[in-house]
């Protein structure tokens, strides 16, 4: 699990990085579909982690299938919102990635009885909260969306250091409890 969370890391810092070049190189779209590309993979070594974590107790997701309709809703909300405003380049790649995102958040919660309550509430809220960044990423890219009178780029950090942090710890804390 460690060294899949270490990958995420990584690519979240060169999605980081990227992101950073986006805003002073608008004449450079592909920076952003890199960056995304990045958080992409970020997710997809985070929701492999997440399922890869072996324990004795059953997938708690696949014994209550009715979790995924709420992120089903979510996913389908997200994309309607901000179908109109996307050119024809983004639709997909942030429809897969807006997908991808929310598999995470599923594959977070097929977590719940394999590791201790409190671990459990803090990677879900951590996953919660890096699905609130980049929700924040995407109203502001394509909606010019700024919650609660904030500057956007303060709101979508706030978010996403939590995230991290919260993430992270848990995993690093569940590592220990489990060899």
């Known amino acids: 699990m460690g060294k899949l ?4 890391l990584l690519f979240s810092l060169i999605g ?3 992101l950073m070049f986006v805003e ?3 004449d450079k779209p592909y ?13 997809v070594f985070y929701i492999t982690a997440f399922f890869s974590f072996k324990k004795e107790r059953s997938n708690w997701v696949l014994q209550n299938k009715w979790i995924v309709l709420p992120f089903l809703i979510l996913l389908g909300s997200m994309l309607f919102y901000l179908w109109p405003d996307l050119n024809n380049g983004m639709k997909i ?5 807006a997908s991808v995102i929310v598999m995470m958040a599923i594959a ?7 590791i201790e309550s409190p671990m459990f509430t803090i990677l879900v809220a951590g996953v919660f909260l890096f699905i609130i960044s980049d ?4 109203f502001n890219k394509f909606k010019s969306f700024q919650p609660f009178g904030m500057n956007p780029r303060i709101s979508i950090m706030l978010t996403y250091m939590l995230a991290q942090f919260l ?3 848990s995993c690093i804390k569940i590592s220990k409890n489990n060899g």
């Not at 969370?5 to 995420?8: K, Q, S, T, Y």
């Not at 920076?31 to 997710?43: A, D, I, K, N, V």
């Not at 790649?93 to 990635?97: H, N």
């Not at 977070?108 to 394999?114: D, F």
Request: hydrophobic fraction near 55%; aromatic fraction near 12%.
């Open 5 to 8: 969370i270490l990958f995420g």
């Open 16 to 18: 980081d990085t990227l």
């Open 24 to 26: 002073n190189n608008p």
């Open 31 to 43: 920076l952003f579909l890199l960056g995304l590309g990045s958080f992409l993979l970020t997710h």
């Open 93 to 97: 790649p942030v429809a897969v990635y």
């Open 108 to 114: 977070a919660l097929s977590m719940k009885n394999k």
């Open 135 to 138: 929700s924040l990423i995407a």
């Open 167 to 169: 993430i992270i710890f």
